[in-house]
């Protein structure tokens, strides 16, 4: 026991997670989740469930936002993170909203207003009708990230500008209050970023109508694959093709571990020797081999959520005393940490 407490303490940690905004897809679980459970056993892990971050620019989605919580855990178990890691949801931590009011007075207007995802997001909802919530949310997500003084935070592009922020006010905090309480951060940028949907056009998202997702029945992959868009060039199954920007032969390259048969499949492609179908069919057996299993684990795990209340319990439970550290060490060196007490 004293062995697994002191591995623990000399783990590196990583800090990453998502919003709770509807189940998961194949462009997740390769882009993300992927990643987070190849790292899950060298780092001590912490996933934050960002419920609050939907309040920036899905506010008429909050009484969907529960059943979000248990879809994307159960994805989270299918798919093979541990529940020994830290899960845990961002309202249920108070302490992050503490630091965030703490951090806030180290970040400018500019940085605010200037910050090329919140500009993205805010396409939604038209800049002059964002709330104060969402346009300070990066400071938010600094505490996210912050309370729990990780090394890493594995993320992909579009949280860059979040980063460099956390970032900025890590060196901010250390050089107001001179004292090294906070330690830069590294982004860790997965290889695979974005997947292409099955429209062969946009990025796969659940509104764009483009998605797979791990829930999906097996008779709503096959429509899926069988539907996808291929090549609108090529007309025949004799007319000579090009696998290599075709969404198609993209997730084969992925998804399919038979790499024989998939080389084969892109010569015959490239020579006019194979039809879509042949080549669809063959990918919904290679994804449906891949989704079975999960599919039935995360339709188990939703069924009696009592496993998934337990692991968010315990990791509130975890999350809330690591931050609660960090808020000491914040509060000392601002000198805000006052002998008479703050009452309960
Ligand atoms: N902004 C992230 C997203 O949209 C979710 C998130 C909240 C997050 N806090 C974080 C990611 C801290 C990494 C680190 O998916």
Do not use: W
Not at 13 to 30: K, S
Not at 71 to 97: H, I, R, T
Not at 190 to 206: A, F, R, V
Not at 287 to 295: G, Q, V
């Amino acid at each position: 026991m004293k062995d697994s407490i002191n591995a623990t303490k000399l783990k590196k940690r990583i800090l990453t997670g998502d919003r709770p905004t509807g189940p998961l897809h194949i462009g997740h679980y390769i882009g993300s989740i992927k990643k987070r459970i190849e790292l899950q056993d060298e780092y001590e892990s912490f996933f934050i469930i960002a419920d609050l971050q939907v309040f920036t620019d899905h506010i008429e989605k909050y009484a969907e936002i529960q059943n979000n919580i248990y879809e994307l855990m159960a994805d989270y178990m299918a798919l093979g993170l541990k529940p020994s890691n830290c899960f845990f949801v961002q309202s249920c931590v108070p302490e992050l909203a503490e630091l965030t009011v703490y951090f806030s007075y180290l970040v400018g207007m500019s940085n605010v207003i200037g910050n090329p995802t919140v500009k993205q997001e805010a396409k939604v909802y038209g800049v002059k009708n964002m709330s104060f919530g969402f346009v300070g949310y990066p400071i938010s997500q600094a505490a996210d990230i912050l309370g729990f003084r990780p090394q890493l935070v594995p993320v992909g592009k579009d949280q860059l500008p979040h980063l460099e922020l956390t970032r900025e006010i890590a060196r901010r905090f250390n050089n107001t209050f001179n004292k090294e309480v906070f330690q830069l951060p590294e982004p860790l940028l997965s290889e695979c970023p974005s997947l292409i949907g099955t429209d062969g056009k946009n990025k796969m998202s659940k509104s764009l109508n483009n998605a797979i997702f791990l829930k999906n029945s097996e008779k709503e992959l096959k429509k899926k694959v069988m539907s996808m868009y291929t090549d609108p060039n090529r007309i025949h199954p004799t007319d000579l093709g090009n696998p290599d920007k075709n969404p198609i032969f993209i997730y084969h390259k992925l998804f399919n571990p038979n790499t024989n048969e998939v080389k084969d499949m892109e010569d015959r492609y490239r020579k006019g020797k194979i039809g879509d179908v042949e080549v669809k069919e063959k990918l919904f057996v290679a994804l449906n081999n891949m989704l079975e299993p999960i599919r039935e684990k995360r339709n188990k795990l939703i069924q009696d959520k009592s496993f998934i209340n337990d692991i968010l319990s315990e990791g509130n439970k975890r999350a809330r005393i690591v931050v609660a550290e960090t808020l000491e060490k914040v509060k000392t060196a601002m000198c805000v940490n006052y002998n008479f007490k703050r009452g309960s």
